[in-house]
Each structure stands twice: as C-alpha cells, then as structure tokens.
C-alpha cells in the first residue's frame, strides 16, 4: 500500500536549489520530489531543520565585503 508523506512546496533560484540537493545528497533526509529548475517538494517535518543547514551553507561561502582604504 502506498505511503504518503507531508511536503512543502520550496521555490528558489537554481543556485540555491544546487545547494539544498548538496545537503540532500549526504542522506537524503529532506528532499521528496525534485520537480524543475526552480522547484523542490520537501519534507515538511525537515523543513526547519533544512533552513538552519542552509544558513549555515550561505554564510560559509558568502564572501565579506571589502574595506575601502579611502575614508
């Protein structure tokens, strides 16, 4: 008999869907269905834990803004 399972409907630029499918890779805990470019269906009982995973993501790999030297 089929099983069903809550999801959340996620619609974010592919740069930061690349990100959440890299997440998802390690033990495909948050990802249900992958639906276009744009577009990921998502187990809502993982949702808040995904958003934190991203988060911490973003802000590894979100570069400082340089210091201007002329003030």
Same mark, same amino acid.
């Given at each position: 008999?089929?099983? *069903?399972?809550? #999801? +959340?409907? +996620?619609?974010?630029?592919?740069? =930061?869907? *690349?990100?959440?499918?890299? =997440?998802?890779? &390690?033990?495909?805990?948050?990802?249900? &269905? $992958?639906? $276009? $470019?744009?577009?990921? +269906?998502?187990?809502?009982?993982?949702? *808040?834990?995904?958003?934190?995973?991203? $988060? &911490? /993501?973003?802000?590894?790999?979100?570069?400082?803004? /340089?210091?201007? #030297?002329? /003030?």
């Amino acid at each position: 008999m089929p099983k *069903a399972i809550k #999801g +959340v409907l +996620v619609e974010c630029d592919p740069s =930061i869907k *690349a990100i959440i499918l890299k =997440i998802d890779q &390690e033990r495909h805990d948050y990802i249900i &269905e $992958d639906l $276009d $470019d744009q577009t990921l +269906v998502v187990k809502e009982s993982m949702l *808040a834990s995904l958003k934190l995973r991203l $988060d &911490e /993501e973003l802000a590894n790999t979100q570069q400082l803004p /340089e210091e201007s #030297g002329s /003030e």
